[in-house]
């Protein structure tokens, strides 16, 4: 017997780890060296889970009983329940809140459990791409709203209306957003709250990074604006907590839940098949939620996230042909290529080069489901100084890059 590829991954797209990271890994084996900006594990660059939930982690490898409820430990939701009252996310209680095996995990047995085949949901462009992949493998079709970068990459709320069927379901909102960093103001907020309302959707929060947010703003959970609505919000603690490998994920339920409840009884159903999530990673959720909150140290001045960000900001603004909004949040800035300059017509081919020539591995735009072939994506984890050697690079390939 041949067994092939199945007919449900001809429609997926999962370009972030796909043939210029293939290609850098091929490289790495031939025993080049690569400077990844690529990937936002912030482990590599010597960032480090604080030492409380360490202690905890190993505490409960030792301690384990095995499985938890298939919603998680209790203590784990109870402290997720406390962190939603601090966001005042309305309507929620200890059998709303669902812990996975990262917030990814939860993201594709939600939309399994709401899609039928030719489903639409509406994803940002650019997305996070595992949104669009996971919609698309679970029958549904990701509609692309598209942010505007001229409006510091906040959704266009007229594009977003325009683009709703009676066959879509739901609105995904991330925020803060990965790849742009941008931070969305509840005057925006409020705009798809309302959208959702007149079309009847459910609302998806990805708010993965709502604690990495600089420049003393405050992020502000979309859940929180719509009581009446059923919500989804998506948290966890890979990126603030700095364990990305720890898989420590949650998804709440909240607002109007009887307009969820035969959706909620599917993922109830997923749930329980899968068992539950890592329990030695829900441990630390308690502690990592209720104490000292070390991330606050990086996202300020002098702090790494924010000196990186600044300096990351500077550098690429003074590239000719290269511009980017600064970032408000998380680690990612989208810089922009000028095109015409540069004759680019295929920001793979642009990466790959770049890649080759310079061994600097960078995310084209298309891997965040963005059209144009005019932007890519880096992940500023590094120190200034090697951001600052990175951007020399790029510097000097641009200077005589000319595609076709």
């Known amino acids: 017997m041949v067994f092939t590829k199945s007919s449900k991954l001809d429609n997926v797209l999962y370009d972030v780890r796909g043939p210029v990271v293939d290609e850098a890994a091929r490289m790495e084996e031939h025993g080049l060296h690569i400077l990844k900006l690529n990937i936002g594990n912030p482990a590599p660059f010597g960032f480090r889970a604080p030492d409380e939930v360490v202690t905890d982690m190993r505490s409960a490898i030792a301690d384990s009983e095995g499985y938890s409820d298939s919603r998680g430990l209790v203590a784990a939701r109870k402290a997720i329940m406390q962190y939603a009252q601090l966001k005042s996310i309305p309507n929620v209680n200890m059998k709303d809140i669902y812990t996975g095996n990262g917030a990814s995990e939860l993201i594709q047995l939600s939309l399994h459990a709401l899609l039928n085949n030719g489903d639409e949901v509406l994803v940002p462009a650019p997305d996070y791409p595992l949104w669009t992949a996971c919609v698309n493998l679970a029958g549904g079709k990701a509609v692309h709203y598209i942010c505007d970068e001229k409006a510091d990459w906040y959704p266009d709320i007229a594009d977003m209306e325009s683009k709703i069927t009676d066959k879509t379901k739901a609105i995904v909102v991330i925020n803060p957003n990965n790849p742009t960093g941008a931070l969305y103001p509840k005057e925006v907020l409020e705009r798809i709250v309302d959208v959702a309302r007149r079309h009847g959707l459910m609302i998806m929060a990805d708010e993965i990074y709502d604690r990495l947010v600089m420049d003393g703003e405050k992020h502000i959970s979309i859940a929180s604006l719509a009581p009446d609505l059923f919500c989804v919000t998506f948290n966890g603690l890979s990126k603030s907590h ?83 909004k600064k970032p408000k949040a998380a680690f990612y800035i989208f810089p922009k290529i000028d095109t015409a300059k540069f004759n680019i017509t295929d920001d793979n081919q642009f990466a790959l080069d770049f890649l080759k020539e310079k061994r600097v591995l960078v995310v084209p735009g298309r891997g965040f489901n963005w059209e144009q072939p005019d932007h890519f994506r880096i992940v500023y984890l590094p120190r200034p100084s090697v951001l600052k050697e990175a951007m020399d690079k790029l510097s000097d390939f641009l200077e005589t890059y000319h595609q076709g």
């Open 242 to 324: 700095m364990v990305c490998g720890f898989r420590v994920g949650w998804m709440i339920f909240s607002g109007n839940k009887k307009l969820g409840r035969d959706y909620i009884s599917g993922v109830n159903m997923l749930s329980n098949m899968r068992l539950c999530s890592n329990v030695p990673g829900q441990s630390i959720i308690q502690t990592a939620l209720g104490g000292y909150q070390s991330a606050n140290e990086y996202i300020v001045p002098g702090g790494r996230i924010y000196e990186q960000r600044e300096a990351i900001y500077k550098l690429l603004n003074n590239i000719p042909g290269i511009s980017a």
